[in-house]
């Protein structure tokens, strides 16, 4: 879809939903389409983001979670200053040492978060909200 369609459609939206999937494969469509260069311009709209369409927002996703077969690295957007975890005990490979042994090689402060929990974040101000379990790992 060309840009001069999609474009006015996001400029109007109060709220961005982006669901999940590869992170990395995300990251390369936002890129690719001009979305990632047009969020800056976008200061008053709200991003919420399900699984990838979280972890596409921080810096780094890790080698555990890039999946996609022609995703240079596991560089994202880096939109925030940490890196997500999700799915904390959703699945038997996301228990919370899976998550630490990760956060371990990202670099970052990062936020391992299960089902129950959101990141909020406004003006670089960062806010767990959560009926869950969650850890803030790393520095």
């Avoid at 200061?43 to 022609?70: H, K, L, N």
Wanted: aromatic share 10%; with cysteine.
């Amino acid at each position: 879809m060309d840009a001069e369609r999609w474009v006015p459609w996001i400029r109007e939206a109060d709220v961005l939903l982006v669901d999940g999937g590869d992170a990395t494969y995300l990251c390369h469509w936002m890129r690719e389409s001009g979305l990632a260069d047009l969020l800056p311009s976008l200061p008053d709209t709200v991003w919420v983001g399900v699984s990838a369409g979280s972890m596409v927002m921080t810096p780094r996703i890790g080698a555990y979670f890039a999946e996609w077969p022609s995703a240079p690295d596991d560089r994202t957007l880096g939109v925030v200053d940490f890196s997500i975890f999700p799915h904390l005990d959703a699945f038997p490979q996301n228990t919370m040492a899976d998550a630490e042994r990760w956060a371990a090689d990202i670099g970052v402060p990062a936020y391992a978060i299960d089902e129950q929990t959101a990141i909020k974040v406004v003006d670089g101000s960062v806010e767990v909200v959560s009926e869950g379990q969650w850890k803030k790992c790393g520095s």
